[in-house]
Protein backbone atom coordinates (compact mmCIF):
# COMPACT_ATOMS: atom_id res chain seq x y z
CA UNK A 1 0.00 0.00 0.00
CA UNK A 2 1.63 3.23 -0.98
CA UNK A 3 2.01 5.81 1.97
CA UNK A 4 0.62 8.95 2.28
CA UNK A 5 2.71 11.81 2.44
CA UNK A 6 1.49 12.44 5.94
CA UNK A 7 2.30 9.13 7.11
CA UNK A 8 6.29 8.99 5.87
CA UNK A 9 8.98 9.47 8.38
CA UNK A 10 10.45 12.98 8.94
CA UNK A 11 14.40 13.71 8.20
CA UNK A 12 14.29 13.30 12.66
CA UNK A 13 11.98 10.34 12.19
CA UNK A 14 14.58 8.77 9.71
CA UNK A 15 17.38 10.20 11.67
CA UNK A 16 16.17 9.04 15.17
CA UNK A 17 15.75 5.20 13.67
CA UNK A 18 19.29 5.33 12.91
CA UNK A 19 20.23 6.01 16.83
CA UNK A 20 21.12 3.16 18.98
CA UNK A 21 18.22 4.25 21.65
CA UNK A 22 20.26 3.71 24.90
CA UNK A 23 19.33 7.34 26.03
CA UNK A 24 22.42 7.61 27.76
CA UNK A 25 23.11 11.24 27.14
CA UNK A 26 26.55 11.01 26.12
CA UNK A 27 26.06 13.32 22.95
CA UNK A 28 24.91 16.12 25.41
CA UNK A 29 21.19 15.97 24.77
CA UNK A 30 18.78 13.93 26.67
CA UNK A 31 18.08 11.07 24.66
CA UNK A 32 18.33 9.76 21.07
CA UNK A 33 15.42 11.92 19.68
CA UNK A 34 16.73 14.92 21.34
CA UNK A 35 19.90 14.72 19.79
CA UNK A 36 18.06 13.37 16.07
CA UNK A 37 16.25 17.14 16.19
CA UNK A 38 19.50 18.44 16.70
CA UNK A 39 21.19 17.16 13.93
CA UNK A 40 17.81 17.76 11.84
CA UNK A 41 18.36 21.54 12.66
CA UNK A 42 21.67 22.13 12.24
CA UNK A 43 22.97 22.39 15.86
CA UNK A 44 24.67 19.13 16.39
CA UNK A 45 26.96 17.34 14.16
CA UNK A 46 26.47 13.56 13.47
CA UNK A 47 29.47 12.36 15.22
CA UNK A 48 28.41 12.95 18.86
CA UNK A 49 27.11 9.21 19.45
CA UNK A 50 29.50 7.15 21.44
CA UNK A 51 27.45 3.87 21.23
CA UNK A 52 26.80 4.02 17.82
CA UNK A 53 30.53 4.74 17.04
CA UNK A 54 31.88 4.51 13.53
CA UNK A 55 28.60 2.63 11.92
CA UNK A 56 26.19 4.60 13.17
CA UNK A 57 27.85 8.15 12.11
CA UNK A 58 28.61 6.10 8.64
CA UNK A 59 24.76 5.55 8.33
CA UNK A 60 23.67 9.11 9.39
CA UNK A 61 26.32 10.47 6.87
CA UNK A 62 24.69 8.27 3.98
CA UNK A 63 21.03 9.29 5.03
CA UNK A 64 22.50 13.06 5.10
CA UNK A 65 24.56 12.43 2.05
CA UNK A 66 27.92 14.21 3.96
CA UNK A 67 31.03 12.57 4.64
CA UNK A 68 31.41 10.54 7.41
CA UNK A 69 33.97 11.80 10.05
CA UNK A 70 35.62 10.10 13.11
CA UNK A 71 33.80 10.15 16.87
CA UNK A 72 34.01 13.09 18.78
CA UNK A 73 35.55 11.32 21.65
CA UNK A 74 34.92 14.73 23.79
CA UNK A 75 31.73 12.52 23.97
CA UNK A 76 32.95 9.23 25.08
CA UNK A 77 34.44 6.23 23.62
CA UNK A 78 32.89 3.67 21.98
CA UNK A 79 32.76 0.22 23.34
CA UNK A 80 32.09 -3.10 22.99
CA UNK A 81 28.86 -4.28 24.27
CA UNK A 82 27.76 -4.87 27.63
CA UNK A 83 24.95 -5.18 30.30
CA UNK A 84 24.15 -4.23 33.87
CA UNK A 85 24.79 -6.87 36.51
CA UNK A 86 23.44 -6.73 39.95
CA UNK A 87 25.25 -8.45 42.93
CA UNK A 88 21.87 -9.38 44.11
CA UNK A 89 23.41 -9.87 47.77
CA UNK A 90 24.74 -6.36 48.12
CA UNK A 91 21.23 -5.15 46.85
CA UNK A 92 19.27 -3.40 49.14
CA UNK A 93 15.89 -3.09 47.46
CA UNK A 94 15.78 0.81 47.05
CA UNK A 95 14.27 0.53 43.52
CA UNK A 96 16.46 3.50 42.29
CA UNK A 97 18.08 1.83 39.90
CA UNK A 98 14.59 0.64 38.01
CA UNK A 99 13.50 4.48 38.27
CA UNK A 100 16.78 5.26 35.71
CA UNK A 101 16.42 2.37 33.73
CA UNK A 102 14.96 4.17 30.40
CA UNK A 103 14.12 0.55 29.22
CA UNK A 104 12.67 -1.04 32.07
CA UNK A 105 15.13 -3.79 32.10
CA UNK A 106 15.04 -4.36 35.80
CA UNK A 107 12.85 -6.43 38.08
CA UNK A 108 12.31 -5.92 41.77
CA UNK A 109 10.37 -4.80 44.50
CA UNK A 110 10.96 -2.23 47.36
CA UNK A 111 13.11 -4.00 50.04
CA UNK A 112 13.93 -6.73 47.90
CA UNK A 113 16.69 -7.78 45.68
CA UNK A 114 16.70 -6.51 42.11
CA UNK A 115 17.42 -8.55 38.48
CA UNK A 116 18.66 -7.13 35.14
CA UNK A 117 16.77 -8.45 32.14
CA UNK A 118 19.99 -9.29 30.28
CA UNK A 119 18.13 -9.24 27.11
CA UNK A 120 16.66 -6.09 27.28
CA UNK A 121 19.64 -4.04 28.49
CA UNK A 122 21.60 -1.34 26.36
CA UNK A 123 24.28 -1.05 28.50
CA UNK A 124 23.03 2.71 28.87
CA UNK A 125 24.87 2.87 32.31
CA UNK A 126 22.56 5.14 33.14
CA UNK A 127 21.41 3.20 36.82
CA UNK A 128 24.95 3.02 38.04
CA UNK A 129 25.22 5.85 39.30
CA UNK A 130 22.12 5.84 41.38
CA UNK A 131 22.44 3.13 43.49
CA UNK A 132 23.76 3.81 46.60
CA UNK A 133 25.49 0.50 47.47
CA UNK A 134 27.26 0.22 44.51
CA UNK A 135 26.37 -2.92 43.72
CA UNK A 136 25.54 -2.32 39.84
CA UNK A 137 28.88 -3.79 37.28
CA UNK A 138 29.04 -3.85 33.59
CA UNK A 139 29.61 -7.31 32.51
CA UNK A 140 30.39 -8.25 28.84
CA UNK A 141 27.30 -8.91 27.05
CA UNK A 142 26.21 -12.65 26.46
CA UNK A 143 26.88 -14.12 22.98
CA UNK A 144 23.05 -14.39 22.38
CA UNK A 145 22.89 -10.78 23.45
CA UNK A 146 25.56 -9.35 21.39
CA UNK A 147 24.76 -10.89 18.57
CA UNK A 148 21.65 -9.53 17.67
CA UNK A 149 22.11 -7.08 15.40
CA UNK A 150 22.88 -3.31 16.15
CA UNK A 151 19.46 -2.21 13.82
CA UNK A 152 17.22 -4.68 15.99
CA UNK A 153 18.71 -3.74 19.52
CA UNK A 154 18.26 0.04 18.51
CA UNK A 155 14.12 -1.19 17.37
CA UNK A 156 14.00 -3.46 20.56
CA UNK A 157 15.16 -0.25 22.97
CA UNK A 158 12.89 2.16 21.03
CA UNK A 159 9.60 -0.02 21.87
CA UNK A 160 10.80 -0.24 25.47
CA UNK A 161 11.95 3.06 25.91
CA UNK A 162 8.00 4.07 23.92
CA UNK A 163 6.18 1.83 26.19
CA UNK A 164 7.52 3.32 29.38
CA UNK A 165 7.44 6.87 28.31
CA UNK A 166 3.88 6.02 27.90
CA UNK A 167 3.66 4.50 31.36
CA UNK A 168 5.46 7.06 32.96
CA UNK A 169 2.73 9.83 30.89
CA UNK A 170 -0.18 7.98 31.85
CA UNK A 171 0.85 7.88 36.01
CA UNK A 172 1.36 11.52 35.82
CA UNK A 173 -1.65 12.04 34.43
CA UNK A 174 -3.78 9.84 36.96
CA UNK A 175 -1.26 11.19 39.64
CA UNK A 176 -2.66 14.76 38.56
CA UNK A 177 -6.19 13.78 38.56
CA UNK A 178 -6.48 12.30 42.29
CA UNK A 179 -4.30 15.45 43.52
CA UNK A 180 -7.05 17.49 41.56
CA UNK A 181 -9.93 15.53 43.06
CA UNK A 182 -8.48 15.65 46.70
CA UNK A 183 -7.97 19.59 45.90
CA UNK A 184 -11.90 20.17 45.30
CA UNK A 185 -13.36 17.35 48.06
CA UNK A 186 -11.05 19.77 50.43
CA UNK A 187 -12.22 22.98 49.34
CA UNK A 188 -15.65 21.38 49.40
CA UNK A 189 -15.47 20.84 52.89
CA UNK A 190 -14.23 23.94 53.33
CA UNK A 191 -17.01 25.27 52.03
CA UNK A 192 -19.35 23.29 54.05
CA UNK A 193 -17.68 23.81 57.68
CA UNK A 194 -18.16 27.71 56.40
CA UNK A 195 -22.03 27.55 55.75
S1 LIG B 1 22.60 6.50 22.35
FE1 LIG B 1 23.67 8.11 21.26
S2 LIG B 1 22.07 9.48 20.55
FE2 LIG B 1 21.16 8.18 22.11
S3 LIG B 1 21.37 9.39 23.98
FE3 LIG B 1 23.17 8.04 23.86
S4 LIG B 1 24.73 9.27 22.84
FE4 LIG B 1 22.76 10.29 22.50
S1 LIG C 1 19.72 -2.10 33.37
FE1 LIG C 1 21.04 -0.30 33.63
S2 LIG C 1 22.47 -0.42 31.94
FE2 LIG C 1 20.79 -1.79 31.45
S3 LIG C 1 19.37 -0.56 30.23
FE3 LIG C 1 18.71 -0.39 32.35
S4 LIG C 1 19.72 1.44 33.13
FE4 LIG C 1 20.77 0.87 31.23
S1 LIG D 1 19.80 0.84 43.12
FE1 LIG D 1 21.21 -0.77 43.83
S2 LIG D 1 20.52 -1.23 45.89
FE2 LIG D 1 18.88 -0.09 44.94
S3 LIG D 1 17.52 -1.70 44.12
FE3 LIG D 1 18.93 -1.13 42.49
S4 LIG D 1 20.62 -2.57 42.65
FE4 LIG D 1 19.48 -2.68 44.55
Do not use: W
Amino acid sequence: MPVSPDESPTLIDQINALLPQTQCGQCSFQGCRPYAEAIASGIADINQCPPGGDEGIRDLAALLSVSPKPLNTKFGQHKPPSVAFIVEEDCIGCTKCIAACPVDAILGASKFMHTVIASECTGCELCIVPCPVDCIVMKPAPPNNAEVSRRQKSAQAKRRYDARSLRKEKEETEKAERARKKKQALLKMQSVKKM
